[in-house]
């Protein structure tokens, strides 16, 4: 178990729909990445925030937002959904600190089915 | 933009025995670290090793152990003694280092390795 958690685990929606993915970062830890991964594109980065604040952003589309909130769990807000959204979305948490290690430890996903 | 590469989709080994697998990576940056992640079947990413690449010693963690070779921008998995548990996914990846911060991960494609009994 890394500590992440994201809910829900899984979710079956239409075309058209919004959603909302929802991940709660390791203790302590303050930075939080999304990640898409499907079967065509791989592992992409999609957004990272630090403390609450956009950090970076990787190949996000227009339709997708994120949050973190001031308990550092963050929202991935998915809308105008389509057939190619489907995918397993990952979070990731790590702590962003001289001397720390570095690494990322990711939730156990969701898996967005999109009919 | 740094890419990272992972000629071998496929690979088996059987049970007890070693195997290697590649990864090449393509960066402009002096600092930054490596990684090898493993996805099983559960879909879950599961982390195997880290390399700073400013350490010029090799990382281990018990049966894995990496050959990081800077200068040829190469960083392959070395799995030793085999297990069935190992069969998964293994994902390479980089990441840019800045400063007192740091990047998000760039991955490779994967190696699907089957371990066999």
């Known amino acids: 178990d890394s500590g992440v958690t994201q809910t829900p685990k899984h979710l079956i929606t239409a075309t058209g729909q919004r959603v909302t993915l929802r991940c709660s970062p390791r203790?302590?830890?303050?930075?939080v990445y999304w990640y898409q991964q499907s079967l065509d594109q791989g592992l992409q980065f999609l957004i990272q925030y630090y403390n609450g604040e956009e950090r970076a952003k990787g190949n996000i589309l227009e339709r997708f937002s994120a949050q973190q909130f001031p308990d550092l769990h963050s929202e991935l807000n998915l809308s105008s959904l389509e057939l190619g959204d489907s995918a397993l979305y990952f979070c990731?948490?790590?702590?962003?600190?001289?001397?720390?290690?570095?690494?990322?430890?990711f939730g156990p996903g969701t898996r967005l089915l999109v009919l | 933009a740094q890419t990272v590469t992972q000629s071998q989709p496929e690979m088996s080994v059987q049970e007890a025995e070693t195997v290697t697998l590649s990864c090449t990576y393509d960066t402009s940056e002096n600092n930054y670290y490596l990684f090898w992640y493993k996805q099983p079947p559960s879909r879950q990413m599961i982390l195997v090793i880290r390399?700073?690449?400013?350490?010029?010693q090799n990382a281990t963690e018990n049966r894995f152990s990496v050959n990081f070779q800077k200068a040829a921008k190469s960083f392959s998995l070395k799995i030793s003694d085999s297990q069935l548990g190992d069969t998964a996914m293994y994902f390479c990846a980089f990441m840019k280092h800045l400063g007192g911060s740091q990047g998000n991960l760039i991955f490779g494609k994967g190696t699907k390795l089957s371990v066999k009994p």
């Open positions: 203790s302590g830890d303050l930075s």
């Open positions: 390399q700073e690449a400013y350490k010029q």
């Open positions: 990731a948490s790590s702590v962003v600190a001289s001397g720390s290690n570095k690494t990322q430890y």
